[in-house]
């Protein structure tokens, strides 16, 4: 069974600073794939940044970037530069390989940007 | 244009009502998903389906039942409406199962209200 936990209950972070939102993760599988999406106040799910668990380098998305830690079973999401637009809820989650492979998803954390 | 839309984007209706909502992607993907999202933010996988073949069904009451008429589509009618049934649906679509190109990208949801 795969596990994502995202303990922080809400982070608030200055405009134009660089913000870590955590994510650890559990699975017997030694093939995976984690992923980070974000939620704004209007309800869409937006992809932000994907890391295979065999992929040698940290995944960068323009101002995302994914701090790997295999060892840790850690995926945490690194945004730069913080904008207002980044205030959201985040969600880390993972899929499983296979066909009945499915995202699960941890319980989000709450971004708020300060001007 | 939208690349996984959902109708309606708000349905509210009276318990013991039959309701569908609808989901079409033009991304050519093969796999296509629905998410419930409940009161607490939690995001979890109701169904799956590739190539119009059902993949995953966890463990969600028979009153829900996902039609896929193609690859393209993916419907959800429920049956006899719950007040616990009130939540947002997401529908989602994937080129593949896993891997990077399994990554799901979300429709904007349906929010459902049950009275």
């Known amino acids: 069974a795969q596990k994502i936990t995202q303990t922080q209950p809400g982070m608030f972070v200055q405009e134009k600073e660089a913000v870590t939102l955590d994510c650890t993760y559990d699975?017997?599988?030694?093939?995976?794939?984690l992923f980070w999406y974000k939620q704004p106040s209007s309800g869409e799910m937006i992809f932000l940044i994907y890391?295979?668990?065999?992929?040698?380098q940290n995944a960068t998305e323009g101002r995302y970037s994914l701090n790997f830690q295999k060892a840790r079973k850690s995926a945490n999401l690194v945004i730069s530069a913080s904008q207002l637009g980044d205030s959201a809820m985040y969600f880390c989650?993972?899929?499983?390989?296979?066909?009945?492979?499915?995202?699960?998803f941890g319980k989000g954390i709450t971004l708020s940007v300060r001007p | 244009d939208t690349a996984v839309s959902q109708t309606p984007k708000y349905l509210v209706t009276q318990m013991g009502n039959d309701k569908s909502i609808k989901c079409e992607q033009n991304?050519?993907?093969?796999?296509m998903y629905w998410y419930k999202q409940d009161s607490k933010k939690f995001l979890k996988i109701m169904f799956s389906?590739?190539?119009?073949?059902?993949?995953i069904n966890e463990t969600v009451p028979n009153r829900f039942s996902p039609k896929s008429p193609d690859k393209a589509h993916l419907n959800l009618h429920i049956n006899s409406l719950e007040l616990g049934d009130s939540a947002v649906y997401f529908c989602?679509?994937?080129?593949?199962?896993?891997?990077?190109?399994?990554?799901?990208?979300f429709g904007p949801g349906t929010r459902l209200l049950v009275l």
């Open positions: 389906y590739n190539n119009k073949e059902l993949i």
């Open positions: 991304l050519g993907h093969d796999t």
């Open positions: 699975t017997s599988d030694p093939s995976y794939g």
């Open positions: 989650a993972m899929s499983n390989t296979g066909a009945n492979s499915k995202l699960t």
């Open positions: 890391q295979g668990s065999y992929d040698q």
């Open positions: 989602a679509s994937s080129q593949d199962l896993t891997g990077a190109v399994g990554t799901q990208y």
